[in-house]
Nanobody, 128 residues
Framework: QVQLVESGGGWVQPGGSLRLSCAAF????????IGWFRQAPGKEREGVGC?????????PNIDSVKGRFTISRDNAKNTVYLQMDSLKPEDTAVYYC????????????????????WGQGTQVTVSS
């Protein structure tokens, strides 16, 4: 049973923007820590950032995306977003959202083992 659905991926030129969505239909996302991850071909899954339960959003601080990506929630839509600006070719990857602890805090670094429900992923390709 699919519990999380990501959308919003696609192809974009360097310098462009995309907003990824992570929606849930059987439980309330605001109760949980939500993490965003990405996996490029031949590389390990990388934690991009996370947002604490009850928090409106956060700013990822890993060097590779600092100042360019932000995470936000829309509780009315039961959706978490990953806004990606100033995209670079090295941002090309499959992006995943995942559910972490209930009533928890975003813990850095964002480690996949702390998240137990995953979406199917959405492809982001940055190229000219």
């Amino acid at each position: 049973q699919v519990q999380l659905v990501e959308s919003g991926g696609g192809w974009v030129q360097p310098g462009g923007s995309l907003r990824l969505s992570c929606a849930a239909f059987t439980f309330t996302l605001d109760y949980y820590v939500i993490g965003w991850f990405r996996q490029a071909p031949g590389k390990e899954r990388e934690g991009v950032g996370c947002v604490s339960s009850g928090s409106d959003g956060s700013t990822p601080n890993i060097d590779s995306v600092k100042g360019r990506f932000t995470i936000s929630r829309d509780n009315a839509k039961n959706t978490v977003y990953l806004q990606m600006d100033s995209l670079k070719p090295e941002d090309t990857a499959v992006y995943y959202c995942a559910v972490g602890p209930k009533y928890g805090q975003c813990v850095l670094p964002v480690l996949p083992l702390l998240y137990d429900r995953w979406g199917q992923g959405t492809q982001v390709t940055v190229s000219s």
